[in-house]
């Protein structure tokens, strides 16, 4: 086993981690092993919180800042992707490994001893940066110890444990909050950040490489802003700015000006914080464009579904939440078995171009959901999404790694989890956008507010409340504003797949 890999986009390019001497097999499933605990802890950071804000919020109080708790994590998270690329791809991953958990566990001492809110958001910010500084490093690190083909399982494994999270995080905040207290939600993690901060030092090789670099500040900074523009602009819409608000008006046009001041800065930078010929390279482009695509799908899933099952079907909220499993376990399935296929073949094309078709198929079956839809149904169709979804997240970076020089390998793999929130973000919006108006025009004359509150008129208890044949109109108009929902989930599912057919393909190599 080596710690290199032959250049995979220009023949002659080295890997940016150059060690001392290669690791052993043992080192490198210790390494691996602390990586991929890295990667869980700091992927159950997101969503752990999901179930406790309602306590913290009686607790504290601040429900007008409720939502900063989450968008405040989503953003910095972004923002540190593509920084924390770049930076291992000139300092090694072990320093930004261990930077990343020791940012990542001040973040959790400051929200978990929170006395206000805005002190919560503080921390989760904090805790966002680290948050999204181990997760590309953690996939970076399996780029630079393994060779392409052997990269597919490990990066399987790393998706897996990115699925499980979206799982065990909500349950988990449920558990700590009714058995102890909102503030271990914070600090449950702690002494697995430590565990995987002793193993990274002790078994992760040091870099040989000492030469002096130079950190391309204003890109950095010019990338913060437009990133921050692209994950606020959705969040101002959802507050009920609209569309055509100054707010959002004002953050569109700053994020543009940010966009082209970035071109211009990364034109000429010595070492770009991400180099512009990346834009050139085939994988990288068409694996970005499907991962901003299937994010929209994906994220528009996990937000009204839940919902949906709430308030039409009277799930509670405990198993609306375990309706998720089954799609956590197609992904975790297909994205591991994705893994395997890279590994034993050395092909990947076909799997993201079939897995989006399969994506598409499970999105238009849940767009005409209705009071009379099986839950069974929904179960099942939960598990296609899940297994259109796993092959994407472990390809992609797989993929990208294998396409492009290793000096840019932190970068490369950044990319894919920042175009994959960046639609998360904006698919969330619109789709939120287009409920609510459905909902209204559903609902106008049948419940009070319909009209002016969409959304935040509805939920389980309302609608008990009202009389029998209210109560079927209100399921009827709430299904109905779904539909489009997810028959706009569909098509970019199926505009990622018909752009997946673009890929070309580059077989891994080093069996």
């Known amino acids: 086993m ?44 997101q969503t752990i919180v ?58 959790a001492v400051i929200a978990g001893t929170a ?13 966002g940066f680290g948050a999204g500084t181990l997760i590309v490093t953690a996939m970076a690190t399996v780029g630079d110890l393994l060779p392409p083909r052997q990269r597919g399982m490990a990066q399987g494994v790393l998706g897996a444990a990115f699925g499980v999270s979206t799982v065990i995080g909500p349950l988990l905040g449920g558990f700590i909050v009714q058995n ?70 004002a953050l569109a046009v700053l994020g543009a000006l940010a966009l082209a001041g970035f071109v211009l800065v990364e034109g000429r930078a010595k070492e770009p914080i991400l180099p512009l010929s990346l834009f050139r390279n085939n994988t990288f482009l068409v694996v970005n464009a499907v991962g901003f695509l299937v994010g929209m799908g994906m994220f528009g899933t996990i937000t009204f579904l839940p919902l949906f099952l709430q308030v039409v079907k009277g799930v509670s909220p405990t198993n ?57 149904f929904i179960a099942a169709a939960l598990v296609l999404v899940g297994l259109g979804l796993g092959p994407v997240f472990s390809v992609g970076v797989a993929a990208i790694q294998n396409a492009i020089p ?9 990319s894919a989890n920042m175009f994959r929130l960046i639609g998360g973000s904006i698919g969330t919006a619109a789709f939120g956008a287009v409920f609510s108006a459905g909902l209204a025009r559903n609902l ?44 706009i989930a569909a098509l970019a599912a199926l505009l990622a797949c018909l752009m997946s057919t673009q890929l070309r393909e580059l077989p891994l190599s080093g069996a």
């Open 320 to 376: 609306s939440g375990l309706f998720l499993v089954p799609m956590m376990g197609g992904l975790i399935f297909a994205s591991t078995m994705a893994g395997r296929v890279m590994s034993r073949t050395g092909r990947y094309k076909l799997m993201p171009t079939l897995s989006t078709g399969l994506l598409a198929v499970a999105l238009v079956s849940l767009s005409n959901l209705s009071a009379e839809s099986p839950l069974w």
């Open 2 to 45: 080596t710690a290199t890999d032959p250049a995979a986009a220009s023949g002659d390019a080295p890997t940016s981690a150059a060690y001392v001497e290669p690791p052993d097999r043992a080192t490198v499933r210790l390494v691996l092993a602390a990586v991929a605990a890295t990667l869980l802890f700091a992927s159950l950071g």
């Open 444 to 487: 106008s004359g049948h419940m009070p507010g319909a009209e002016a509150g969409g959304l935040r008129s509805i939920g389980a208890e309302t609608l008990r409340a009202l009389p029998p044949e209210a109560q079927l109109r209100v399921m009827e108009g709430f299904s109905e504003a779904l539909h489009p929902v997810f028959w």
């Open 50 to 107: 999901s179930t406790a804000m309602p306590v913290m919020v009686a607790d504290l109080g601040g429900m007008d800042h409720i939502t900063w708790v989450i968008t405040a994590y989503l953003l910095a998270s972004t923002i540190a992707s593509p920084m924390a690329g770049k930076l291992g791809d000139m300092y090694g991953r072990k320093l930004v490994l261990q930077s990343g958990i020791a940012v990542f566990v001040l973040g």
């Open 115 to 127: 006395a206000s809110m805005g002190q919560v958001i503080a921390g989760r910010l904090v805790q």
């Open 406 to 414: 290793g000096s840019m390998m932190g970068v490369g793999t950044a």
């Open 180 to 249: 102890w207290h909102w503030h271990w939600i914070f600090f449950v993690n702690l002494p697995v950040g430590a565990l995987a901060f002793v193993v990274i030092l002790v078994a992760l090789p040091r870099r040989t490489e000492r030469q002096e670099r130079r950190v391309d500040y204003a890109g950095a900074a010019l990338l913060a802003t437009m990133l921050a523009s692209v994950v606020l602009l959705p969040n101002a819409v959802g507050e009920g700015a609209g569309w055509a608000s100054l707010q959002v008006g």
